[in-house]
């Protein structure tokens, strides 16, 4: 499940990361690639075209490219994308896919997508959530700074992370009053509050955390850079809205406590992925917990499935090389 920081045999591959527009999946597959070779890979991405459109849309790489050694992918629209590269470049490159198209070679299904149909299927590996950007070593670099800046005295800084509308879980006056009163809550038990917006945060969300500012909590004013990353690398412990599977293990990455707050669920198959995701997390593997009005730390082995899945692609990579005997 825990990946280390090195990679064995690290090398000079040329990685291509294809994916579609969102960020979020994007950074999946760069975070693995940056594991697999010290070259910064090359990133392609797929924008959707619907109707007569799909046939002649542009294609995003060209026969004269440079061939790559490794194509990442995630989501379902690079698949056939990557089929074609793959057959431009004579399936050559090795193929990793995060996620669950039909794509020959290395296929990383999350727990929460898993099912007994792909047991037995041959490269089909099980991965804990998602992998991203964040590396250990990325985190301990910014540590000392950002709590110097952040942090005051003994107080237990804790990082409130939320996001938005998903189509699993709704930000109405509920979902907003659980969170500003675990914020409340926090600070009269003596943290202080770091508090950051995603890009799916509505105006309303951030106009009703921002009135929460005070000495004891900061939150991001959208109109700075995001400071989500000192807020990771300096943090106690998180707590972390329900609509996110990329927040929860780039925290888990930290051996911080990690905590969840609930939501109002919106009924349906999105849902139910998300509530899987989140059960694997707190009841199979004891990561993270839901969050009762305290955060306590706990002890559990830190989660880095970028470096577990570079080093298994790295391996591969070195064995190919080896000469034939």
């Known amino acids: 499940m825990a990946g280390g920081e090195s990679v064995p045999n690290r090398n000079e591959a040329l990685t291509w990361c294809v994916s579609e527009e969102k960020i979020g999946t994007m950074s999946q597959c760069t975070g693995v690639a940056r594991y697999i070779s010290s070259k910064e890979p090359v990133t392609k991405v797929i924008v959707p075209h619907h109707g007569i459109k799909k046939f002649f849309a542009p294609r995003p790489f060209s026969r004269q490219d440079v061939p790559p050694n490794v194509i990442i992918s995630c989501g379902y629209r690079p698949e056939r994308q990557v089929l074609l590269m793959k057959r431009a470049f004579a399936g050559k490159p090795l193929t990793v896919h995060l996620q669950r198209p039909e794509i020959e070679g290395y296929v990383f299904v999350s727990n929460h997508d898993w099912n007994r149909q792909l047991e037995n299927r041959p490269g089909f590996h099980r991965m804990v959530g998602v992998p991203h950007r964040l590396r250990p070593a990325d985190l301990e670099g910014r540590r000392d700074a950002a709590r110097r800046k952040y942090k005051r005295d003994d107080q237990p800084l804790i990082a409130v992370f939320v996001g938005g509308d998903n189509g699993a879980y709704r930000y109405d006056s509920r979902s907003i009053e659980n969170i500003a009163g675990a914020i409340d809550g926090l600070v009269r038990n003596g943290s202080r509050v770091v508090v950051s917006t995603s890009r799916r945060s509505s105006d309303a969300t951030f106009e009703a955390l921002n009135s929460l500012a005070s000495p004891m909590v900061e939150v991001w004013d959208r109109r700075t850079a995001n400071p989500y990353l000192d807020y990771v690398a300096a943090a106690d412990g998180f707590l972390i809205a329900k609509d996110s599977i990329t927040m929860p293990c780039e925290a888990l990455l930290t051996g911080k406590p990690v905590y969840i707050l609930d939501l109002t669920p919106v009924s349906g198959d999105r849902l139910g992925k998300f509530e899987r995701f989140h ?23 830190p989660i880095n499935e970028a470096s577990r899945i570079g080093q298994i692609i790295a391996k591969e990579l070195a064995h190919r090389s080896e000469p034939a005997t």
């Open 279 to 301: 059960a694997d997390l707190r009841e199979t593997l004891n990561l993270t917990r839901d969050f009762q009005g305290q955060i306590e730390t706990y002890p559990y082995q």
